[in-house]
């Protein structure tokens, strides 16, 4: 099971945007697009991370950086 992470970019904290939580897990997530899925090269597209909200389960998307994760105390 993921372990829980609170997440910051630069000296800021991740807040859910939905429910405010600041507790998170983290997914690669492909951000595919219909020209590379028709070629069949789905596998060369872009990735983001992905910080799904450990309360409500909402995706928020990271294509930088600049994000820093810390292991949250469970």
């Not at 997440?7 to 595919?32: H, I, M, P, S």
């Not at 596998?43 to 909200?53: F, M, Q």
């Not at 409500?56 to 994760?69: A, I, S, T």
Request: hydrophobic share 40%; aromatic share 10%.
């Amino acid at each position: 099971m993921a372990k829980p992470l609170h997440a910051q970019v630069g000296d800021r904290a991740v807040r859910c945007l939905v429910c405010g939580g600041d507790t998170f897990r983290e997914r690669e997530v492909k951000l595919n697009s219909t020209g590379m899925e028709f070629f069949d090269l789905a596998w060369a597209n872009e990735s983001a991370r992905g910080l799904i909200c450990w309360s409500c389960g909402y995706v928020h998307l990271f294509v930088n950086d600049d994000l820093k994760l810390h292991r949250a105390r469970e």
